[in-house]
């Protein structure tokens, strides 16, 4: 569920229309993926982009059961997210 | 506990100040071992963001010189969105330490050189701390500090702080650069060309108006990046220059990204020479463990598997020491007391016998419960074990606006209430944990529930399990229901962002786990020997004077003032000093009964009077009201020590009133509205 009105305000590589983004919450585990966009208020674009998902950051998610929070990969670390934050994270798949 | 170095003035050494060394790092990097080998102080060293929640500072020697140290608490950054963050940076801009020393973990660099970027836009020298190197290498990771160090332009030192190792190389190079006001020139990120001119003109219009001592050119920074602090700070000062600078911040109002990109390609580049990566892909032993560890199923069962053991050794071996200690220090004691103080006024030795010994000593018999709770918590901490915890719990949490963070806590608030209050420490979002802290005492702790298990059969017989079952659960809906209020109503607005890093599994330090330990029971301690002190003797007074019994005493007659508010939940005066008495220690509503009834004079027991005296609604509303009355006074203690507010006691205190007397009425009225009798 994608909140009602996300605030598209944070925009950092150019995306084309043709390559498929996704959510970071709706990717697979184990699937490796490049950050493409960040929403969401202030504080929380703030947070998350110093942790390391800034456009163009590799991130790959290590665990995902479709519901509840999961944990990502990103910049050499162990992250885990509430799906809420996940949702809030556009991605890119590199590979699978 | 903070030692500012005085040995510094001895002899021949007045000319030389002290020199300050600021600690910085991320969670889980080991500085905290870093302190406690520079100081040889005990603190808590944690797995676990947030532990180190205001700076500590300690003293060491190094090269001929004081050097004082401060521990400022875990941050990823140096932005203003959690508590820590804004400290730490407040500290580095107010204080002006000498030298920071930045203690980063090897095996995640790239993410902990983040907050070196962040350092590096600060007026504050660094030298690095390269931690857990051994760990790296057997992930595969390869550093060459001194290729690192070239890149950098900084002192790379490699520690092993959990064998010590490296630690006194790096004082050394942080005296050495202090000692060097020129020879000081690290390569700095630098910011895209097309905000460097928006920052150019950002700084241009900003300095006049910067109070000190925040550097110009890192305000306008942090303008750029959105920070709401520093907004909020320069806002008003600007005065008629607002609208113009208000106007460049909306045209980047994507600048954070880009700002953060920056800094992370910039430690890519210095990266890139001096560490070899192993390719990504393989499967650490990390991952291999969190496959069932953090798996919903098998997680939450290795979950519920360690909550048993940590509960079956709580009564094996800390209920029976903690009964013990009653016998032996307590009773003996206040015996001992009596006897000793023969000579003395009778007041006096009843103030010392019932008053002291009985209040704090009880106090003190919590020792072996705590003793094994934080020990259990100290090596699943130190394991990295908390975080996954957290994770598992996480989505049960949320119900209440809480987070998988709050789940340990309020699950070691059914031993006792004390570890559940000081266990919220760990909450980094100061809402939440103050939330945590105020529903703690809706859990039942082993005491309150060993008085329902003691009256429940004296009024329901054999229907006595299933109303003890039906009281828990009560507490537990209550608690979530004062949960979500809070959340939602006094303490809401804050986003419930659950951010949380998975520390590698590593082997628990016992040294490590020893100094958390021994500083939570001094604490502890410390708190038993001022605020419970003075609480027990004034309760002891209440509860004895002016009459000499406790019919006659103050908290009596208190009691029967109260009786019109006791019978709308069918309860005589007896009942509301029993309550109150509960305060000293939750067992007190036993005896205090035992004694207001007569109970033993006309050789009846306490099941014959109590079971005459009330019908089982009027039971039942009482039984309610002391699962869910204020906590005992070590919890209202451990309560005001953690939140180091008395508004917020107070508060509590108020709120567990309200829920616990409205909770009696309702059941009481209730009742008698169906015709129950």
Known sequence: MLPKHPRPHHTGVESTASTQELPLSQLPAGVTAQVTQVHGGHGLVNRIACLGFTPGAEVKLLQNYGHGPLIALVRGARLALGRGEAEQILVRVLSV | ?677
């Not at chain 2, 506990?1 to 969670?27: C, I, W």
């Not at chain 2, 407040?90 to 920071?100: A, G, K, S, Y």
Request: aromatic fraction near 8%; charge should be neutral.
């Open chain 2, 1 to 677: 506990m903070s030692q500012p170095a005085p040995d510094a003035l001895t002899a021949g050494e007045q000319l030389e100040p002290v020199l300050k060394v600021a600690l910085v790092g991320q969670p889980n990097v080991g500085k905290s071992s870093v302190f406690n080998d520079l100081t040889g102080q005990a603190q808590y060293v944690s797995n676990w963001p947030g532990k180190t929640s205001e700076p500590k500072s300690g003293s060491c020697d190094a090269q001929g010189r004081s050097v004082q140290i401060i521990d400022l608490p875990g941050t990823y950054s140096l932005g203003a969105s959690l508590a820590e963050e804004r400290m730490v940076r407040e500290f580095l801009i107010r204080q002006q330490p000498d030298v920071v020393a930045l203690i980063v973990n090897a095996t995640a660099l790239e993410r902990n050189l983040y907050l070196l970027a962040e350092l590096l836009a600060l007026p504050v020298k660094v030298v690095l701390g390269l931690n857990m190197v051994d760990v790296a290498a057997k992930q595969g990771i390869v550093i060459e500090p001194h290729v690192l160090e070239a890149a950098l332009g900084l002192s790379v030192v490699p520690l092993n702080a959990s064998r010590s190792q490296g630690v006194d190389e790096l004082i050394q190079a942080a005296v050495c650069l202090a000692a060097q006001p020129h020879g000081y020139t690290p390569n700095r990120p630098e910011i895209r060309s097309d905000h460097r001119t928006v920052l150019e003109e950002l700084q241009r219009l900003i300095a006049p108006y910067v109070p000190a001592p925040y550097p110009v050119d890192w305000a306008a920074l942090k303008l750029l990046e959105g920070d709401r602090q520093i907004t909020e700070l320069l806002h008003p000062l600007l005065g008629e220059q607002w609208p113009a600078v208000h106007a460049i911040l909306m045209q980047h109002e994507d600048a954070i990204l880009a700002i953060a990109g920056g800094r992370y390609e910039w430690i890519g580049r210095m990266m890139r020479a001096g560490i070899t990566q192993p390719r990504a892909g393989q499967l650490t032993l990390t991952d291999r463990i969190d496959r069932v560890a953090t798996h919903p199923v098998w997680g939450m069962l290795i979950l519920v598997g360690i909550l048993g053991v940590l509960f079956w050794l709580t009564y094996a071996l800390g209920t029976p020491l903690q009964t013990w200690l009653d016998v032996h220090l307590v009773q003996a004691g206040s015996l001992w007391a009596l006897a000793q103080l023969q000579a003395a006024p009778p007041w006096l030795a009843e103030l010392v016998a019932n008053g002291i010994i009985a209040g704090v000593g009880t106090v003190l018999t919590l020792l072996p419960v705590l003793l094994i709770f934080f020990s259990v918590l100290g090596i699943l901490e130190d394991l990295g074990y908390m975080a996954r915890a957290a994770y598992v719990m996480d989505r049960f949490m949320h119900l209440m606006g809480l987070h998988g963070k709050s789940f340990l806590p309020l699950f070691l608030g059914f031993g006792c209430n004390v570890p559940a209050v000081m266990g919220a420490r760990s909450i980094e979002s100061p809402k939440a944990r103050l939330i945590t802290i105020l529903v703690t005492p809706l859990v039942p702790c082993t005491a309150r529930l060993a008085v329902l298990a003691t009256l429940a059969p004296i009024f329901f017989g054999a229907q006595a399990l299933w109303v003890t079952w039906g009281l828990v659960a009560l507490n537990l809906v209550v608690l979530t229901g004062v949960g979500i209020v809070l959340h939602e109503g006094f303490l809401g607005g804050e986003h419930k962002a659950f951010i949380m890093e998975m520390p590698l599994y590593q082997l628990p330090n016992l040294r490590t786990i020893a100094a958390s330990l021994w500083q939570r029971l001094v604490d502890f301690m410390k708190m038993a020997g001022s605020i419970i002190l003075v609480v027990s003797v004034l309760l002891w007074a209440l509860s004895t004077f002016p009459g000499g019994t406790i019919q006659t005493s103050f908290l009596g007659l208190v009691g029967q003032k109260l009786e019109p508010l006791g019978r709308i939940m069918g309860l005589d005066w007896q009942m509301l000093v029993a309550l109150l008495t509960s305060f000293v220690r939750k067992e007190n509503t036993i005896p205090t009964l035992a004694v207001l009834y007569g109970v033993g004079t006309q050789g009846a027991g306490l099941g014959d009077v109590l079971g005459d005296r009330l019908t089982q609604p009027a039971a039942l509303a009482f039984l309610a009201v002391q699962m869910l009355f204020i906590p005992c006074m070590a919890t209202l203690a451990t309560i005001r020590q953690e939140t180091r507010s008395w508004r917020w006691t107070a508060l509590s205190v108020a709120l567990l009133l309200g829920v616990s007397l409205a909770m009696g009425i309702a059941i009481y009225q209730g009742a008698r509205l169906v015709g129950w009798k």
